[in-house]
């Protein structure tokens, strides 16, 4: 027998949760099982062999068809990230309808669903997309938000240069809808009144709604964006964030082969650890894997200077894997939705120090392996 694993994203210290006065009951309103536990698969040998030749075939496709960097990959920092999306701009389009099999021109507009949901209740909206990139995003929001009439401006923020120049020739603009594009990083979103340095900032509570749709994964901290987004928010605005999410053993895709259905957890997890994040995630795009990522979101706070207290409230959240490169299911995706909201201080405590804990044993991301 063979053992396929999919190691704990979050290592939770739970004697110290316990003595911190947080209950079991109370974390797993935040930290699914799948997150905080192995998940250990079995398989014989025969099955097995037929997922690594079933998987090395799909990793020589992707290399051949998306021709991933080679060589020594460097850390996750901004000059990393520069040169990688320098290097991709120009393929950008076509290389992520590729991968995501087209799908994430629907996941973009399910991004704009959200936004024209929360506009409906208003005569004005204000947007901004982070990790806006070609302005694809920006795109697919301003056509779902033209088709039901809400005013709006769009913003879409990026820090590489090379992709704002293709987002800057989309033709978004219309009579009751502006889209600008400017420079800025994710990581520095509030305006706090130092020198100016190139990059965009705004002040707080700016924006009726912030989206980000593939582009987490490419920040080292993640958690400076979710604190900027928090503040940059009016009260009551809106959050989506859509991105990569490691396999959920117990929920895994489906695909066809001739007239039958068949699931196969084992391959999704072996390929997603195995191949997905060391090629298509940190080679092609200079990604981490962001599972984590949508577990630390909502638990993301501030207190302004008159002592109010924010926080998330979830509206929505959701896994699920779909068929991607090649059509078969192997990268899944989360989506969440989360809104701002005033949390009372016993809350905003307990949230600190659950998020303090995760902290202290959060993973390395791409320590994920198939044994």
């Known amino acids: 027998m063979r053992k396929i694993m999919n190691r704990a994203i979050i290592d939770l210290d739970w004697d110290a949760a316990k003595a911190a006065g947080l209950s079991a009951h109370y974390i797993r309103h935040f930290l699914p099982r799948y997150i905080t536990e192995a998940t250990v698969l079995r398989c014989s040998e025969l099955e097995y062999a037929i997922l690594e030749i079933a998987r090395i075939a799909l990793t020589t496709l992707t290399r051949i068809g998306l021709k991933p960097r080679t060589g020594e990959i460097g850390s996750l920092d901004p000059q990393e990230i520069q040169r990688v999306y320098d290097r991709e701009a120009a393929s950008y389009d076509l290389k992520h309808h590729m991968t995501t099999h087209g799908q994430d021109t ?3 507009r399910f991004a704009g669903c959200c936004v024209a949901t929360l506009g409906r209740n208003k005569n004005y909206v204000r947007i901004l997309d982070l990790c806006t990139g070609t302005g694809l995003t920006v795109q697919e929001l301003a056509t779902v938000l033209a088709e039901w009439t809400i005013s ?9 240069e090379s992709m704002l120049a293709i987002a800057r020739q989309r033709k978004i603009t219309t009579s009751n809808i502006s889209a600008t594009f400017i420079k800025g990083d994710a990581t520095t979103l509030v305006d706090e009144g130092k020198p100016f340095s190139g990059m965009s900032v705004f002040p707080p509570k700016s924006f009726d709604a912030v989206t980000q749709v593939f ?3 490419g920040i080292s901290n993640p958690l400076a964006v979710f604190d900027g987004v928090l503040k940059i928010l009016k009260d009551d ?3 989506f964030l859509i991105d990569m999410h490691q396999p959920i053993a117990t929920e895994p895709g489906e695909y066809q082969l001739f007239a039958k259905w068949l699931r196969s957890p084992a391959f999704e997890i072996a390929t997603y650890n195995r191949s997905t994040i060391p090629l298509a995630l940190n080679r092609l795009w200079g990604w981490r894997d962001p599972t984590a990522d949508f577990y630390l979101l909502p638990l993301t706070t501030y207190q302004d200077q008159s002592g109010c207290m924010f926080g998330f409230e979830i509206l929505s959240m959701e896994t699920e894997s779909r068929q991607w490169w090649l059509g078969v299911p192997l ?3 989360a989506k969440i939705i989360v809104k701002k909201r005033l949390v009372e201080e016993k809350e905003f405590q307990k949230r600190n120090t659950l998020l303090s804990l995760i902290n202290k044993k959060l993973l390395v991301q791409n320590k994920s392996k198939v044994e």
């Open 215 to 217: 582009g987490i994964g």
């Open 152 to 160: 709006s401006e769009i913003v879409g923020l990026d820090f590489n």
């Open 331 to 333: 990268m899944p995706t």
């Open 237 to 239: 605005g809106v959050f």
């Open 106 to 108: 629907t996941y973009r």
